[in-house]
């Protein structure tokens, strides 16, 4: 694909990381090129709309990509300290089609039950089977949706990130397992936390080793304040 936008530069950009790094084994990569049918932001903003009922700030179409998907799963050992990562994304215009997750929530809260038919799975750990997924919540008058985070061990996190953020900050965190508690709203030095806290820990100090051209500084940020 010929000009591609800068969201789709950096989604393309950080697979190329991940393959030209030494120390990550890519265990399943791929990037799916566009359904030219599909057509542009405008196009496919337009038929959210019109085909389901969502109309969604156009403000978004600055991190709309035209890929209709793009995944890895990875893994990584710096100097003994081991990472891992998973990430699966979709176009958006399917991700507003599709079907709503079963996260088993029938015996939830009455909040829950209210929650998982809105929500659209955006990027999900289906490989690796981590029960960790994000998913937009898609709401009548809601033109930028809300961002939750779900972990089948701990429940749903709303995050403080929209979509356009959400594409911005993963190329940063490469998909390492659980990087989304650093945009909850959650206490990472309480005990139920702790192995959150470890991995989130491990990451900001691989990550920045493995590709030192990124600038680790607002994730390191955001740690602090989750403390």
Not at 8 to 37: F, I, K, N, Q, Y
């Amino acid at each position: 694909m010929n000009d591609l936008t800068q969201c789709e530069r950096g989604l393309v950009a950080m697979l190329d990381e991940l393959r030209a790094c030494p120390p990550v084994d890519l265990h399943r990569d791929d990037l799916w090129p566009a359904d030219e049918s599909f057509g542009d932001a405008d196009t496919v903003f337009g038929r959210v709309a019109e085909w389901y009922g969502v109309t969604l700030d156009p403000a978004l179409k600055r991190c709309f990509f035209r890929f209709s998907g793009i995944m890895a799963h990875w893994s990584a050992d710096a100097d003994g300290r081991e990472l891992s990562g998973e990430f699966t994304l979709g176009d958006l215009l399917s991700l507003v089609a599709d079907q709503p997750p079963d996260l088993g929530v029938e015996y939830g809260s009455d909040f829950e039950r209210e929650l998982e038919p809105q929500l659209r799975v955006m990027d999900d750990t289906r490989f690796t089977g981590t029960g960790k997924l994000t998913a937009l919540r898609i709401q009548p008058g809601t033109p930028n949706p809300e961002l939750w985070f779900f972990d089948v061990s701990r429940g749903f996190f709303k995050l403080d990130v929209d979509y356009c953020g959400y594409l911005a900050a993963l190329p940063l965190t490469k998909g390492v397992h659980g990087w989304q508690y650093l945009f909850a709203d959650v206490r990472l030095g309480d005990q139920e936390f702790s192995g959150v806290l470890a991995d989130m820990r491990n990451m900001l100090d691989v990550l920045p080793r493995l590709f030192p051209d990124h600038d680790y500084t607002a994730l390191t940020d955001r740690l602090a304040q989750r403390l």
